[in-house]
């Protein structure tokens, strides 16, 4: 009887966390959209009285080495970490379904030169690939986000065309060829429709990984310039006084962790129950 308790809370204890997820990243979209409503103070003002204060009612976070309102800091640094990520996504996303689909589907020459010159990409770490690629950009958030969804193509790809192999091979496939009807319409129409939840899936994922990547690149002074606030160059302000004032890093450093884990259990529940459906 106790085991049988157990099995049957399982589920619903496991059911609450995509919810929790969720909820979290609702409340970030909405540092996202209308940083000013949920943080009150200019994050750009300076009141040196106030030099790193540790965090208190007044001060949520505490403050910087200038006096500033790192809540405030963190609040509005959310649009150019997650916006950058975003675009990264969107850019990566349509460039890498146009090469997966295309190299699934037309497949012998053209999908070795095209698989050939993705594995040589996926030999290269993501993160020094996107560093590669913005040294040759050059500095600031447009830059940054297409060298991060440049370095992430190979992963979309490979998925876009494995995907595309095995839903060809599917009866309802070949009957919609034997109809007739034209290879990009069967492309378009019948194929990419069953393909979206593993690619929204790994989209989720991707997303992490670029936010993470985003930050990364911010730290090392190739994103967003100071003092306009990213959660990556808060942490690389804040190391300089991490004994005296460790609120500096850790705080933006776990509101980052805290999107990413969120991003991955939403992409978790995103998959399973897409997997479910089908």
């Known amino acids: 009887m106790r ?6 809370r399982e589920p619903s204890r496991k ?7 969720f909820a979290f990243l609702a409340w970030v979209a909405a540092l996202v959209c209308v940083p000013w409503l949920l943080a009150g103070q200019d994050p750009a003002a300076q009141d040196l009285a106030q030099r790193l204060q540790p965090p208190s009612p007044i001060h949520l976070f505490g403050t910087d080495a200038l006096g500033r309102d790192l809540f405030s800091r963190v609040v509005h640094g959310a649009r150019a970490s997650l916006v950058t990520a975003v675009v990264a996504l969107v850019f990566s996303f349509g460039l890498s379904l146009l090469i997966g689909l295309t190299a699934g589907f037309l497949g012998g020459r053209v999908d070795r030169v095209l698989m050939a010159i993705i594995d040589v990409l996926l030999a290269l770490p993501s993160l ?12 600031g958030p447009v830059h940054l986000g297409l060298a991060v969804g440049l370095a992430s193509v190979p992963a979309f790809a490979r998925v876009t065309r494995a995907e595309v192999l095995r839903i060809s091979t599917q009866p309802f496939v070949e009957a919609a060829a034997g109809y007739g009807l034209s290879r990009w319409r069967i492309l378009l129409r019948h194929i990419l ?9 790994l989209g989720a994922l991707e997303l992490a990984t670029m936010v993470l990547s985003v930050s990364a690149l911010s730290f090392l002074g190739y994103g967003t310039r100071p003092p306009d606030p990213e959660w990556g160059n808060l942490i690389a302000e804040g190391r300089e006084h991490f004994a005296t004032a460790w609120w500096l890093t850790t705080l933006p450093g776990l509101v980052l962790a805290g ?5 991955h259990r939403v992409a978790r529940a995103s998959g399973l129950s897409g997997a479910g459906l089908a």
């Open 3 to 8: 085991a049988t308790t157990i099995l049957l």
């Open 15 to 21: 059911g609450r966390w995509p919810w929790l997820a």
């Open 259 to 263: 999107v990413v884990l969120a991003l």
């Open 128 to 139: 020094l690939l996107s560093l590669l690629i913005v040294s040759g950009l050059g500095t």
């Open 193 to 201: 429709p069953h393909a979206r939840t593993p690619l929204l899936t």
